[in-house]
Every structure is written in C-alpha cells, then in structure tokens.
C-alpha cells in the first residue's frame, strides 16, 4: 500500500464511549423526547395550508373579542337616509393622485315608477375614511362604554363597505357582530358534543357488555334519525319566549346533540383495541381506578385524533346554525348572527335586486374551509404512521 | 352470512320502537295542539271560528284523549298500514303523502348517484397524485360545495335558472304536467328541474365523500401487496384496479351509510326552499301547524329509508368483504 | 207627491222587469259547454239559468266582454283553494263595490221592522249538478243539521241568536223562507254576506246520503269505515264542507266548482253550467271557463309571479315585492297595479289592559300613559323608510275612505311630539331616571315595555326598532319578544303580556250600519283588553268586568245600536263610540291605508285600477266580482 493512497484518518482523543452508537445527537433527543403535542405541532408548521387556515380562524375568533372595534358602525345604527344603498367601494387614486383610502359621496334618487332606491356617486365628491378614530359608541361586551373604532366613516359621510339593509344597518357591521353567535355556537357545542361523546365512548368501549350494547343502541338511533328533521322538530320545541341567552344554548344543545356519535364511536373503537394493551393491564393491576385508566393513559394516546375530529364537526355546527335560522327556527331578531342574516337575504327581492345581502355566506364558506383544511392537517399531523 | 343478516334486521325492529317513541314524544312537545294552532291562524286571517265545530273536531280527532293512547293508537295503526290522520288536510295521511315518498327516494337515489359519479374519480385522482395541484384544486371545489349552505345556492340557482333558461321557478316540473301522465314532455320537464336540487344536495356530500375516499385509498395504496405489485413491474393502472380499487368499493358501499342521512336530511331543506313535492315542505309545515299524526310518519318514513339504507349498505358490504361475515360482526 | 213617487218606482219596477224578459230570451250559449248540450248531457242555456237570472251590467271602466280562458293563480298551501270561494263570492246577500247590501243568490229579501227577514229564492235556480235550489236546501240545513242533537250538540250557530235567542224559521213554500226574531237583528245580512258566511242552505239532495235519517245502517257503518271517522257525524261533516271546496262532489251555487280531488299540487275549477248571473249581452256568466290553482311555497310566490305563472296574483306579495315585481312587468305579460288595504291600522300596539303586573296595569289603565307613548312614535319615518311614504300615518279609526271619517279621529295625539310625551309622564310622577336615561317606575324598576310580536313579518319587528329609539328618548325602554302565534295569543290572554303590536280594526271602511262591536269589549281577541272581552262573549263565565268608565260607555252604545231604530241614530253612536277611542286612545295605531301589490295579466279585464284588496269588508277580490273578468286574448 502506497503512502499517497493512505486514508486521511486521525485518531480521537477523548475517553472510548461504549454507547457512543446508540447516543443521541441533541437534535434526535430533542425529536425522541418530544411530547407528542410537540410532534404534531412540528408537522403542523410544515402542512403549509393548513397553517394558513389556522391563522384565518384565529384571526376571525379574534375579530369576535373585538368585534365592537372592528365594526365601522354599532349594531343598530340606523341611516334612515340610505336604505338598501349598494356598497362602497374604497379608493386610493383620484384623478391619478395618490390619496389615501377614501369613498366617493352619494345621493338619493327615488325612482318613483319601480319605488327603488337609487344612489349615484359623486365622482367630485373625495370622503376620506378615517383610522383609529372616534365613531358610534357602543358598549364593549355590554359591559363599559366605548367609541374607539378601527375605521370609521368620514365626517358626514358613510362608509358602507358591503352596502346597507332595508333599515339602513351596514352590512359589514352586521357580519361583524354577527361572527360573535356563529363562531361561538360551534365552540360551545363542540365542547358539550366532545365532552358527552368521550363520556359515553369511553364507558362503552372500557367497559364493554351491556354497556357497550346500550350505548350502541342509543348511538344507531340517533345516528338513524336524519338531521334535520330532528333539528326542526326539537326547535319547534324551543319556548319562544325564552331570552335570547337561553335559546342560544338551547340550540347549541340541540345541535350537539346528534353530533356526539361519531366521536364516541372513535372513543369506543380505540378504546376496545387498546384496552388489551400491556400498559392497560398493568395499570390495572396496581390497582388504578378505570376513571384513570381511562383518563390517564388510554385516551391521551389518540387525543389528538378527537381533536382533529372535533375540529371537523365545528363546520357541521356552524351550517346547522344558519340552517336553522334559514328556516325560522333557530335564532331570531334582535339576536344577529350570520344564520339570521341570510334568512333575512333569502327572498327574491334580494336576489334580484340586493344582492350585497348575500354577503354573509362569504364568511360563513371561509371559516367553514378553514376549518376543514386545518382539521385535515392536525389529523395528518396527529398520524404516527404518515 | 345468513345469521348475519337476520341479526340485523332483528337488531332494527327495536331501534325503530325507540325511534317510535322519541318522534312521537317529540312531536307533542310544544305547546298546545292542532287546533289551537288551526284557531290561531283562522283568527289572523281575519276569518270566522265556528267554535262548536271546534269542540266537535277535538273530540273526533281524538285530541283530548291522553297521549300515550294516542300513541298506542297510532302505532298499532302504522303496522296495520294506516298512518292515522292529518288534520290539515282532513284526509288520511296515506293519501296525502301519495306521491311525495316516491319523489324523496328518486331524489336521494339520483343525488347519491351523483355524488357517486363525481367523487369517486376525483378520489382516486387526489390519491395517487397526492399533494400536486390537481389533488388540491379538486379537493378545494368539493370543499366549496360543503361550505356553501345549500339553501342560499338553491334561491340563486332558482332565479338564474330562470332568467337564462327558462326553466319555471320552483318544484320538479312545469305545471302543466302536475296532474297529467307520464309523456316524454313531462320526462323532460322533470329532468330540467331535477338537475338544481340534485347539484345543489349533491355538492355537500361530495367533499366528505372525496376526502374519506382518499383517505382509505392512500391507507391501501401504503399497504405490503402494493408495493410488491409494484416491484414485480405490475404497470400502475393495472396495479390501480385490480387491488386497492376493490378494497375502496368496499368502503364506497359502505360509507351510504354516512351518506344517506345527509343526503335525505339536506334534501329536506332544500325541497323547502324550491317547494319540491317531496317529503320535506309537509314535514315543515306540519311539524309547525302540529299536524300530529303526518308529522309523526313522515319522520317515521324518513328514520326508516335511513337505517333500511344502512342495512342495505351493511348487508352489501357483508357480500363484498369476506371479512366481515366471517368475523361476524362490523367493527367500524 | 208620494202618489206621484210611488209611480215613478212602480213604473221604474215594470220597466226593469220588462229588460230582463227582453234580455233572457236573447241568451247565448256558453260556448264552454256546446258539446255537452248537443250531446244532451246538460240542458240548453236558458234552461240552466233561473227564470229571473241575476243581471250585472257594466260602465265606467267596465265593459261587458267574452267567454273563454283559463286564470292561473297561485297559492301557499292546499289549505287555500278556500280562497276561491271567497273570491267567487256567491252570496245570498252581497256587498256592492260601494259597500251596501244587494241581494245576490236570493232573488230578493223583505224586512219588517228590522227583524222579520223574507228570503225569496229564485224561480229555476239549480245547483252545478242540475238539481233544484228549493226552500227544502233551507229546510235541510234547519232542522237536519243545525237542530240535529248529534251534529250541532250546542243547537244552532250561535251567531244566529240574538240575546241567545234563536231564529223562528218558517218555510213559507218551495220559494220562500222567513227568519224572525223578536228584536231587530241588524246582524243576520251581514253575516250571509260575509266572505266566510253563515251557510244556512245546504245541498240537501246530496248530504241525504250520509245522514242517520234519511240512509240506511248498513250504509252508514260502511261510510264511517270508508272515511275512517268515528260516527256517522264525521262523515257528514267530512263531506259538507262548502267554504273549503275540498270536496268535488258537493254541488255548490259558486261561479266555478272544483274538479280536482285533494290532496294535490293543483287545482282546477271549471265553470258552474248552473250558475245564476249573466251579463247584459245574454252570455252566461262566469267569462273565465276555469281556474288554475298551483300550490307552490309562500316565500316561492312573489318569483314565481315575477316569471309570468300567475294570471292574477295578490295572495302572497307584499309591498316590498313591489320593486321587483315592476322590473319583471317589462319582461312578462302582465302589469303591476297598487291596491289599497282595508284594515283601520295595518299596525297598531295594543296595551294590555289587563296585564297581571299591578303596576304596569294602572300606567298603563292611565289614559295619559298611552298618549305619551302614542306622541313619542315618528310615524313620518317610519312610513318614509318602510312604505315609501305612501302609508297614512295616524290612530287605529277610520279611514278616510268611511262615510263615518273625520280627520280629528285619525291625527290626533298622533303627531310627533316629544317635548309633550316627557311632559306627560313628568305628569304621571316618574320623573327619576336611571343611568341610560330609561324612567323608573314607582317601585324603582326601570320603565320597560315587552311587546310580544308573533313572529311573522319583519315588519313588525323592524316598526319597533323604529319605535325603539324614539321612545328611549322619552325614557321608555322597548324590548320586542317574538313567539309563535298560539303562545302570543296564550301570553295576552292570561296577562303575561304587557303589550302586542298586531293589525288594528278589521274592517276599516264601516257605514252607520255595519256592526260596532269591534270598538267594545266584545272579544277575547282584541289584544288591548282579552279578559274584559271574554267576559262579554261568555256572557260573564270567563273573564271579568270591565273596570274603566268608559269601556263600560262603549259597551253600553254597542248595545244601543242594536236596538237603534233609524240610520241617524245609527251613524250617533258610530261617532259616540270613535270619539271615546280619540279621547282614551285604548290602542296606539301605527300606520293603515299600506298599499297591496297586485298582478293583473295585460289581457285580463275588468279588473280595477284601483280598489281595496282586503277579506272584509271586499272578500278580497269578490266583490269585484270575478265572474265578470274576462280574457281579450285566449292563451293557447
């Protein structure tokens, strides 16, 4: 052998390791010893659209905390001057001068011979919007008074992004306030469906025998019975005169309450598979109590498919929501919410000649995508095996 | 396989007692009862109450005996083929319900075809061509026509329906043809005014379809045999069909199960909208007006056509995937 | 002089006499029904009219026109084929467009002393299955079912009692019948011309069939199974449904008759070969061979008439349509005309009166309460943004329309005028405010009305946000409760509710002869005082007594006109009884004289420009008489 051909190679001259082949770099313990909530977030981070979803959601429940804020109007303001006044649109250029965000002004023209409301711009007429200002005062989650807007609109002006109702009540304001009962209906009722449904799974499926049967039972029935009419019967039930509060929770309740199935039987079927499991048989044996095993080391193995999962009945609650609303039996006047606002939107008027009524399907299509995008990814994240 | 089946059909017959016992409970829930609420709308209309025949008809429609008699009463006639009577429309239920419970079924029928049709194709593309653009295109659309609440589509597809073709707003044909027999102006009629409420029903169940499709698709496509298929230089069409495919039909068949109940139950809402001669107009408006004994069978009738599809799509996986009938039992 | 006037009518009598046998030997065959007359399945035309046939002559806007065509209408609900005989309105009695009495099926009526009605049927008068219309249909309906014990258990209609006292019903021949009481009964016409009338003629020919005394047992246990009743009352009563027109078979006098059996999406009435009227051309009437009814949802009616399904479309459109409906009219072939509605107020608040809570009770008991609340609605707004300004703003009374009007009645205490509302309940003593400037009532709790609505229209809950407002700047503080309907009635009636916004007097085009009642106590379904007017109409089982001086005045002038003996001393107590409500203002109207959409095809005619399209007093569009609308150009 050849010097030139000799291998480059250097001796170490640190004490010999006997592990040193089974220790871990610090990037691989940080990997290994990683909990699995951080697992999923890693895969999360890397599920692009999933994250982008996650950040329209949080942005939205976020508007709902400071819906007064964001609104331009407060919830009943009223301009009697400009019913059904088509929306605004916001400039920046006029006559190719850069002026800020601002909107033409308008007038009111009735046409006599169709009774209909008309309102050309005023080309020369520049209204500039202003930002972080004082506008309709409101009452911050009915609790202190308040005027601080994000926008507003100009003095003597009006700013109507998404154009007004038959009262004269902005459109975007509504949508705004109206985030607060749609967005939150999904969350309550997720948490009373989640927590019925792990409830009833895991007793089924830990317990099983006659458990297991009648929770099954229940399950089919109610599984067999089509939404909908159920949800119109049970809203047909609802007191009508009850406050506002009340039917919502009352309607929140209804609507978990055919959505919890799907869930237990997840719960029940996990839990079947990994009751025979060694740990499971071990914990037993020191005398944990099932409410333990159940709770301590059963379910926190596939809590994030619950997760994922419950995220993916949220868009079934929302849509439930408006759907009873749609029909007249779920939330009502004066109580806003976007169910509430397309029902007012579903007549031929409307689709004819208003058409911006319409407008509050557009959020109600973005949060539930959103939704939908960001459950897939959590569950792909919550996947050990992809 | 035969114990099998007859396991659940047995299994059925209490499922539907409780199911029974639960619309009933349901339907006498609010407040009052027909006539009070037939009074009610006499006296808005500005019309006169004869209330001596009021009394009369509380008394013959049975409305002042106790509830569960009436109950009993109503389901001892349901098995004996009498649906009782609607009080709405002083017929007996089984005449008014005449033609609608065939048009609910056509409906769910078609619409599930649909839905069939555009998702299993989309399915199989979105798995084998994962995470490409076409998989997230498609997928988005099917997502699209979850979200949209159907109700709001249907009005607007309605009037453009209109406007640019024609078509007359609202039910499953011209008027015309309501009452007159079957023509082939009539078939066209129909057809002309099947195609909205199917796309608009359909849309909402493709996504979930599509997404549970690709789902089990790419669990299989994962799986040992595939990519021994593929090392022994099966091409991959071939490959495609002959064994994952199969596999996913099975789930296919299976998943009516999850379809059905959204299908009927979104067909429900939508024939409200369009005013379709199907079951879900009269079920609104009974469950409303507290026509008792018609809202309690069409509840029934729409609780039955679910679990008797899930026993149809049951029994149909039972045929395909050996499995099951020999472990006896489904775990889902 | 009077000899002299006496000529003159009994000449103008001979006369007129003359034209109508000149007239019915120039009748013309309906072409309609040309084969089945050749055929000889029905007799010829001057066989299926009376002898003396009903005349309706036309001028003005009308003109008399031609046979053929078939009207499409829509409708929300089978339920609602009833309307057709409303529309038809084919009454013993009538009302004219001018609002008097004419006698219309009946040849024609004598009254003695207000209380002795002669009813004189016409000669050869048939029902649509060609059977005679005899005083024995009068006589079926008296003794067969009104004094049946098994059918009518309570006796006869109690609308046809006086002080609980029934009719003496004698049937004089086959051609005449005669109702007498013992004190005038200034109800009786009325309620045979209402748009849901008393039927007191049945087709005996037909009903015999399913009652207990004219059919045999076995029959009837085969009927009771057939119709899954539970006794043979059931069946009759199944079957005897004329104001429904659920039943084909059922002969009927109306212009058209139903062909269509129920349950359906569709409806048919074709013409009555029978029916009574003709034009003064000689051409039976009605012009229209048949209806179309298409059941189709409520919220689907105003597209569907916008795409040209409807030939005369009123049911179901609102005011709001209007926009829609007049840009659809350049694409369709129909055009867009405003009716007026009827009702004294299209909305009103109606106090409850009898409220359970004593102290909302006695502000509200107090007249100055409810004028306060009355100053501080802005009726000009509310008109200018819901009705276009094209609404009449004013109280619950009259309308302009009434020969019973005075602009007094209608404006006052309903101007805008806040400063005099807060003066008014500085006046009453709660003159302490809380933080939102809301008044607090003598006990301390805030000053707040809950006004129940029943959920119906956005109108009512978009009038009230409009209240709202302005009566917060009066320190009142509004809340709206919606219901249903059966819990909103249930909730006034017990007291529960403080308030309700609902529509105001029924008919708001009254003369000194129309029926006072509604002004009084006289119903539990006048939402301003339930238990007071349950009172009266159980005659003091439920209920109690009222305890306002001047309710107690308006019943007594309620009772007074009854026994009133001329029209003078009818029209005092009309103006006795609206003064007390201008003074007492016992509900807060809103807004009447809202106008109504209608849709008239561009061929149909006889249709009027403008008219009043409410049930009572106009049966809608009956006393228009439908029969006379006809089609310029036959659709093929």
Same mark, same amino acid.
């Not at chain 1, 049967?213 to 229940?218: A, H, K, M, N, T």
């Not at chain 2, 005013?275 to 004994?293: E, K």
């Given at each position: 052998?050849?010097?030139? %051909? ?10 010999f ?32 659209? $999933? ?11 976020g ?17 009697t ?5 088509p ?11 850069f002026?800020?965000?601002f ?33 309709d ?48 209906i999904?969350?309550v ?6 927590s ?15 458990v ?19 949800w119109m019967a ?9 406050s ?23 719960v ?20 944990a ?11 926190p ?10 995220t ?37 008027n ?23 995008f ?9 996947? &050990?095996?992809? | ?39 009610a709308?006499?006296?808005s ?14 008394e ?33 239920v089984?005449?008014?319900v ?15 075809v649909?839905t ?7 399915g ?12 997230y ?9 979850? $979200? ?7 009005l ?27 023509s ?23 996504a979930?379809m ?36 199969r ?6 068949v ?13 067909a ?6 369009m ?19 018609l809202?309690? *069978? ?24 050996p ?10 | ?15 007129s006499?003359?034209i ?38 036309? *001028? ?14 829509l409708?929300?609900?089978?339920k ?27 040849? *024609? ?5 207000g ?7 016409r ?23 009104a ?5 009518s258990?309570g006796g ?20 005449t019948?005669?109702? *007498?009481?013992?004190?005038?009964? &200034? ?22 069939q399913f ?10 246990a085969?009927?009771?199974?057939h ?12 079957r ?6 659920t ?9 058209w ?15 009555n ?7 003064s ?26 795409a ?6 009123a ?37 409850n ?50 020969p ?7 404006t ?8 005099q ?46 209240v ?18 059966e ?9 529960? $509710?403080?308030?309700?916004i ?15 009642a509604?002004?009084?106590?006289t ?30 005045q308006?019943?007594?002038?309620? %009772? ?8 003078s001393e009818r ?8 003064e ?20 008239v095809?561009?061929?149909? %005619? ?31």
């Open positions: 052998m050849s010097r030139q %051909h000799e291998i480059e190679h250097y001796v170490s001259s640190e004490p390791d006997a592990h040193s082949i089974e220790a871990l770099t610090p990037e691989q313990e940080k990997y290994y010893l990683a909990s699995q909530w951080t697992l999923m977030w890693w895969k999360l981070k890397r599920h692009r659209l $999933a994250l982008i979803c996650g950040i329209i959601l949080a942005l939205n429940y508007s709902v905390l400071i819906s007064e804020f964001v609104a331009p109007y407060n919830l009943h303001t009223r301009n001057d400009y019913i059904y006044s929306p605004q649109s916001v400039h920046l250029f006029h006559e190719g001068r002026v800020g965000p909107v033409y002004g308008r007038d009111y023209k009735l046409d006599m011979d169709l009774l209909l409301r008309t309102y050309p711009e005023r080309k020369d007429d520049v209204q500039p919007l202003r930002f972080f200002c004082r506008g005062s409101y009452q911050f989650w009915g609790l202190f008074d308040g005027d601080f807007h994000f926008v507003c609109p100009p003095d003597n002006g009006t700013f109507f992004l998404l154009g007004t109702d038959r009262l004269g009540r902005d459109v975007f304001s509504r949508i705004t306030y109206g985030a607060r009962i749609s967005l939150t999904g969350l009722g997720i948490m009373i469906s989640f019925f449904g792990i409830l009833m799974g895991g007793l089924a499926g830990y317990y099983g025998g006659w297991d049967s009648s929770v099954q039972r229940v399950i089919e029935v109610i599984r067999s019975f089509p939404e909908l009419p159920l049970l809203s047909a039930v609802l007191p009508v005169n009850w506002p509060i009340f039917i919502f929770f009352g309607i929140t309740v209804i609507l978990a309450m055919l959505d919890w199935t799907g869930l237990a039987r997840a029940r079927s996990k839990l079947i598979a990994l009751r025979e499991e060694d740990f499971c048989t071990a914990a037993e044996l020191m005398g109590k099932p409410s333990r095993i159940i709770g301590r080391h059963l379910l193995g596939f809590m994030s498919h619950l997760i994922a999962s419950a993916l009945s949220i868009p079934a609650m929302i849509l439930g929501e408006t759907a009873l609303s749609f029909l007249g039996l779920g939330l009502r006047p004066p109580i806003t919410s976007w169910g509430v606002l397309l029902n007012e939107a579903q007549n031929i409307v689709v004819a000649l208003y058409p911006w009524l319409m407008f509050p399907v557009v959020p109600v299509i973005l949060v539930i995508l959103a939704f939908n960001f459950g897939d990814g959590l569950r792909d994240a919550a996947d &050990p095996y992809k | 396989m035969g114990s099998y089946v007859i396991r659940r059909i047995l299994t059925m017959i209490p499922t539907l007692l409780v199911i029974s016992m639960l619309v009933f409970v349901i339907i006498q829930l609010p407040p009052g009862d027909y006539l009070e609420s037939y009074i709308e006499l006296q209309q500005g019309e006169s109450v004869d209330e001596q025949k009021i009394a009369f008809l509380r013959e429609y049975g409305l002042d005996k106790p509830i569960y008699e009436q109950y009993f009463h109503w389901v001892t006639g349901m098995l004996q083929g009498d649906f009782g009577y609607s009080f709405e429309y002083s017929l007996p089984s005449e008014v005449g033609d609608r419970l065939f048009l609910t079924i056509l409906i769910s029928l078609v619409t599930i649909f069939w049709m555009i998702a299993f194709p989309i199989i593309y979105s798995a084998t061509h994962q995470y490409s653009w076409g998989d295109g498609l997928s988005f659309l099917g997502f699209l026509g979850l $979200a949209t609440p159907n109700f709001l589509l249907a607007i597809m309605l009037y453009f329906a209109n406007v640019y073709f024609g078509t007359s707003i609202g039910g499953l044909m011209a008027p015309e043809y309501i009452d007159a027999p079957w082939f102006d009539k078939l066209v009629s129909v057809l002309e005014h099947l195609w909205i409420p199917v796309v608009v029903i359909g849309t909402s169940g493709t979930g599509i997404r549970r499709l690709r789902a089990n698709l790419l669990d299989e496509l994962q799986k040992q045999y595939v990519v021994t298929g593929r090392a022994k230089g099966l091409p991959p069409g071939k490959l495609l069909r002959k064994y994952p495919l596999v996913s039909l099975n789930f296919f299976a998943d009516i199960g999850n379809l059905l109940p959204q299908v009927i139950s979104g429900e809402i939508v024939a409200v909208v005013s379709l001669p199907t079951t879900g107009p009269i079920l609104l408006s009974a469950l409303q007006s507290q026509d008792m004994y809202a309690g *069978s069409f509840l029934m009738f729409l609780a039955v056509l679910t679990v008797v599809g899930v026993l149809v799509s049951d029994l149909a996986l039972a045929v395909l995937d499995r099951i009938r020999l472990q006896g039992g489904l775990e889902k | 002089m009077i000899r002299s006037l006496l000529k003159l009518v009994s000449l103008s009598l001979l006369f006499q003359l109508s046998t000149v007239n019915a030997s120039d009748l013309i065959e309906t072409e309609f029904l040309i084969d089945k007359v050749s055929s000889g399945e029905l007799p010829p035309v001057i066989d299926r009219l009376p002898e003396q046939p009903k005349i309706v002559s036309f *001028s003005g806007e009308f003109e008399a026109g031609q046979q053929g065509g078939q009207l499409r209408l409708m929300g609900k089978q609602d084929i009833r309307q057709i005989t409303i529309y038809g309105y084919a009454r013993l009695v009538g009302y004219t467009p001018d609002l008097s009495l004419e006698a219309d099926i009946l040849e *024609s009526v004598d009254i003695e002393e209380r002795i009605f002669t009813l004189h049927i000669k050869g008068h048939k029902w649509s299955d060609g059977h005679p219309f005899t005083s024995e249909d009068f006589r079926y309906y008296w003794e067969d079912i004094n049946d014990p098994d059918i258990k006869p209609n109690k609308k046809l009692s006086i002080d609980g006292e029934l009719p003496v019903v004698e049937f004089i021949d086959e051609l019948v005669r109702y *007498s009481w013992s004190q005038p009964n &200034p109800f009786f016409l009325p309620a045979l011309a209402g748009a849901s009338p008393i039927y007191i003629y049945k087709p005996a020919h037909y009903l015999r009652h207990k005394r004219y059919q045999t047992k076995e029959r009837i085969e009927l009771i199974d119709y899954k009743s539970r006794n043979w009352v059931g069946v009759h009563v199944n005897d449904r004329p104001y429904k027109a039943n084909p078979d059922l002969p009927t006098l109306q212009p008759v139903n062909t269509t059996y129920p349950p359906s999406e569709r409806f048919i009435f074709e013409r070969p029978f029916y009574y009227r003709q034009d051309n000689g051409l039976q009437l009605p012009y229209i061979d048949s209806l179309v009814v298409n059941i189709a949802s409520g919220k689907l009616i105003p597209a569907k008439t916008g040209n399904e409807s030939d005369l479309q049911r179901y459109l609102r005011m709001d349509n209007y926009t829609f409906l007049k840009q659809a009219e350049k694409r369709g072939h129909f055009n867009v005309r405003l009716w007026s509605t009827a009702k004294g107020a299209n909305t009103a608040l109606f106090p009166l009898n409220t359970k809570d004593p102290v909302m009770r006695s502000l509200l008991q107090d007249v100055r309460f409810r004028k306060a609340m009355s100053l501080a609605i802005h009726r000009h707004e509310i008109n200018q943004v819901i009705y276009f300004g094209m609404a009449l703003e004013g109280n619950n009374t009259v309308l302009p329309g009434s019973l009007y005075k602009p007094d009645y209608q006052s205490s309903a101007g805008f005028d806040l400063a509302a807060n003066e008014l309940l500085d006046e009453l003593g709660l003159v302490n405010r809380d933080d939102r400037g809301v008044r607090l009532l003598s006990d301390g709790r805030p000053l707040e009305i809950l006004i129940q609505t029943a959920g119906e229209s956005t109108e009512d809950t978009d009038i009230l946000e409009l709202h407002d302005n009566w917060l700047k009066a320190g009142i503080k509004l809340y709206s409760i919606p219901s249903t309907r819990v909103f009635r249930n909730r006034i009636f017990s007291g529960d $509710a403080m308030m309700s609902w529509s105001g007097m029924a008919n708001g085009l009254p003369n000194a002869d129309s029926n006072p509604p002004l009084a106590a119903s539990r379904y006048q939402y301003q005082w339930p238990q007071w007017g349950q009172y009266f109409e159980t005659s003091g089982k439920g209920g109690h007594k009222p305890e306002i001086k001047e309710v107690n308006l019943m007594q002038l309620n %009772h007074d006109w009854r026994m009133a003996s001329d029209k029209e005092k107590i009309w103006h006795d009884m609206l007390i409500h201008r003074q007492q203002m016992f509900s807060i109207g809103v807004i009447a004289g809202v106008k109504h959409p209608l849709v095809n561009q061929f149909l %005619h006889n249709v009027p420009m403008t008219g009043f399209y409410d049930i009572e007093p106009g049966a809608y569009f009956g006393i228009y008489k439908p029969d006379t609308f006809w089609f310029s150009e036959v659709r093929r």
